[in-house]
């Protein structure tokens, strides 16, 4: 088993190649941006504030009145060690969440993926958006996360109504 210091050095050994840093910022930046772009484009739905994480997952929400009425948002997701993009039905809070993924298990929700009421769970319905997302072309990936965002958003609008 390694220890603490071991992984201390590892991670300071990566540091100083300087591109974990360059990296990390890039991610950030276009995540901020992407926030920026979605509240600018659609003025109706509440933005919440990025949080950064633990290099593990990076996100914001990204909510219709509609939803946010109800203790839902949607999370827009950045996940690291998968170099995903995924956008995710969630809850205020935990009891939120259970109840929803409880609902929902006796709704058709096509393509998209149902959590597991389990600790830790973040998310009532999971759907990918990006695998292996292109940051060298920052306009085009905003694009396709707009578009993939509002589908989702608009799919989740009506299985709720069902």
């Known amino acids: 088993m390694d220890s603490m210091n071991s992984h201390v050095r590892e991670y300071n050994l990566q540091l100083s190649k300087g591109r974990i840093q360059k990296a990390y910022k890039g991610i950030m930046t276009f995540m901020s941006g992407l926030s920026a772009y979605l509240k600018s484009r659609h003025p109706d739905f509440a933005a919440g504030a990025l949080y950064f994480g633990y290099m593990d997952m990076t996100y914001f929400a990204f909510t ?3 939803l946010k009425n109800k203790n839902l948002k949607i999370a827009v997701v950045y996940l690291h060690e998968e170099s995903r993009f995924d956008v995710w039905l969630s809850g205020s809070n935990r009891k939120i969440q259970a109840e929803y993924i409880n609902l929902m298990k006796r709704k058709n929700i ?3 993926k149902l959590s597991q009421v389990l600790p830790g769970a973040d998310s009532i319905i999971e759907s990918t958006m990006v695998e292996n997302p292109d940051f060298d072309h920052p ?3 905003r694009k396709q996360i707009e578009r993939m965002t509002i589908e ?6 009506s299985i709720l109504s069902e």
């Open 152 to 157: 989702f958003t608009n799919d989740i609008a």
């Open 110 to 112: 096509g393509k998209y």
């Open 139 to 141: 306009e085009e990936l």
């Open 64 to 66: 219709p009145s509609d």
